[in-house]
Every structure is written in C-alpha cells, then in structure tokens.
C-alpha cells in the first residue's frame, strides 16, 4: 500500500512540477499530462489484476497441496498398517526360532545330549 500511495503522490507532484516548468502551451502540457496519467492508469489496474490472478493462484497452490498432503499421508498410513500386517507372522517366526536357538545354546539348559 505504501508504494502506491508514493507512486500516486509522485506522480502528481512530477505532474505539477513539470506543469511549471513547462516549454509547450498549457494546452498542450495538460493533453500531454492527461494522456500520460491515462497510461499510468492503465498500468496500476494491470498490475492489480495480475496481483489479483497471482492471489488466486497462490490460494489453489494451497488447497491442491494441502489436499495433496493429507490424500499422501493417508496413503502411507494404509502402506505401512499393510506392511505391518504382512510381516507380522514373519516376525513371529523370527521370533520363535531365535528363541529357540538361545535355548539350544544356552548352557544353563539341562538337558543331557549324552544319554542318547
């Protein structure tokens, strides 16, 4: 807001000023004037309609990335619960035999091999 505050107050004390120091006829000074604040006109509602485009833009980057990040979590939520689903027996098997092995090594186990 400030920048054009200070484009619109410079643009008038540049008009005035240059009304004053003028080389050509008022006339011809205000047709020159008039056609240049057209101009400028016309180029501060163009960079409002494209800040304007650029806003909405930025809105519906932000909506599809949110939407996007929540369908991508959701996603990965459903890999891993079936990722856990399947390896949940394997790892009961792991589980058991190492079990199983820690009992076959270990030397507080009484089991007596030499009587067989």
């Given at each position: 807001?400030?920048?054009s505050t200070g484009l619109l107050a410079g643009t008038f004390i540049g008009g005035a000023y240059g009304l004053m120091t003028a080389k050509?006829?008022?006339q011809t000074a205000r047709k020159q004037l008039k056609s240049?604040?057209?101009a400028l006109t016309t180029d501060i509602l163009a960079v409002n309609a494209s800040l304007t485009k650029l806003r909405q833009a930025a809105?519906?980057?932000a909506d599809e990335g949110s939407h996007n990040a929540t369908a991508t979590i959701q996603e990965l939520q459903q890999l891993l619960n079936?990722?856990?689903f399947q390896t949940q027996p394997r790892i009961k098997r792991v589980k058991d035999a190492s079990e199983k092995l820690q009992k076959d090594l270990d030397p507080d186990?009484?089991?007596n091999h030499t009587q067989n």
């Open positions: 807001m400030k920048f050509h006829s008022g240049q604040f057209d809105k519906v980057l079936d990722f856990n186990n009484t089991t």
